[in-house]
């Protein structure tokens, strides 16, 4: 018998929304307990008001007395209608880490891309250093304040903490946020000083670096956990390379190609799974982009084809071709990994398409001194 739960349960986080009048610190608690990067708040008749971020709270750093009604930021509203990846759209659309669920009109929960992730059971099919953000840790001693920047400006759900490059612990977000705006309140309650948040920014991150994380090889396949909780990624030699961040991992992955108005074609990857499907289209825009800056672009195309190879593997050929108002530069590439192949495709691509634009460039510097000379 079919499951009659909706498909994006699993996702939701049920929490009730909180008021306009609420207080930052109230929202921080919240986030902390429940693990969510945005808190929902509705008006006094119960309707949607907004939401309140994490990133905006720390990047802004709100005293923890202020009323969320003068910072919330309003987002669309999901519901058992949009398919999650509608859903992995709209968070890098709308720049937020979570969006508010609701049912028959009420808002009841909360979907992160964590959860959103962790609900597509993405597996990744190719190595960790293709869907790595490359970042430099933290150290012990650093203090939270450079924490706190880090993970704000960067939408991190946590940053690595290392010693001579080896990693020893991470720095959570939810940590983070309970630390600047919960610790006060304790100390305030036991009759201490309260203490104001600067205070506790200059503290060292290693007052609430947490010692359990997952970590995961460069070269190595990420599994679903590693993928929606992050892990950190390390060198061969056991060093810190980066991160794997789930928000973070769905901006990167998912770059608005019908939004760039950039003359680019992509074929061949509807039988890629989810990731590799959109490093491709990532990696294909940002070079469509960049000659784009530097030359007439007509159009780029990418084409993928696979064909059959011992046994159930499939091998890859990649077709690159860049049309310019005066020029066309072709270029391919073959082998196992569908990304690698368009990687090294579109690279070869764009490094033909640069020499071409610095003969052209040297050529006109020679005929401009030439004609100054018999001037």
Do not use: C, H
Request: glycine residues 6%.
């Amino acid at each position: 018998m079919a499951s009659s739960r909706p498909p994006l349960s699993g996702a939701v986080v049920r929490i009730d929304p909180l008021k306009l009048d609420d207080i930052v610190s109230l929202v921080a608690e919240k986030m902390w307990r429940f693990e969510l990067p945005v808190v929902p708040v509705v008006d006094s008749e119960g309707k949607y008001a907004g939401i309140v971020s994490i990133f905006s709270i720390l990047k802004s750093k709100y005293q923890g007395n202020t009323k969320i009604r003068s910072v919330l930021e309003k987002v669309p509203i999901v519901d058992s209608s949009y398919s999650l990846t509608d859903i992995a759209r709209m968070f890098v659309k709308t720049g937020q880490p979570g969006l508010p669920y609701a049912e028959e009109g009420k808002i009841v929960g909360v979907i992160s891309a964590r959860r959103l992730l962790e609900t597509m059971g993405l597996v990744s099919r190719v190595a960790a250093r293709y869907i790595a953000f490359p970042l430099e840790p933290l150290k012990p001693d650093d203090p939270i304040e450079k924490a706190r920047k880090l993970l704000a400006e960067n939408g991190l759900r946590f940053a690595p903490v290392a010693e001579n490059g080896k990693p020893v612990g991470v720095v959570r977000i939810y940590d983070l946020v309970n630390f600047i705006y919960n610790t006060p309140l304790r100390r305030e309650r036991l009759g201490e000083i309260k203490g104001e948040i600067s205070y506790f920014l200059e503290q060292p991150v290693s007052k609430i670096m947490a010692t359990n994380f997952r970590a995961v090889n460069i070269d190595g396949q990420p599994t679903t956990m590693d993928i929606a909780e992050g892990s950190v990624v390390l060198n061969a030699n056991g060093t810190v390379y980066g991160i794997i961040s789930p928000y973070l991992l769905l901006r990167r992955l998912l770059p608005a190609v019908e939004e760039a108005n950039i003359p680019l074609r992509i074929e061949g990857v509807e039988d890629l799974d989810f990731i590799a499907r959109n490093l491709v289209f990532r990696k294909a825009l940002e070079v469509a982009r960049e000659i784009a800056q530097r030359g007439r672009l007509l159009e780029m195309s990418v084409v993928i084809k696979s064909r059959e190879k011992a046994g159930e593997r499939k091998r890859y050929d990649a077709y690159v071709s860049i049309k310019l108002d005066k020029d066309t530069f072709s270029t391919s590439s073959s082998g196992w990994d569908p990304v690698a192949v368009t990687f090294e495709a579109v690279d070869s691509a764009y490094k033909v398409f640069s020499k071409t634009k610095e003969k052209k460039r040297d050529r006109r510097i020679s005929l401009a001194r030439l004609r100054k000379a018999f001037s």
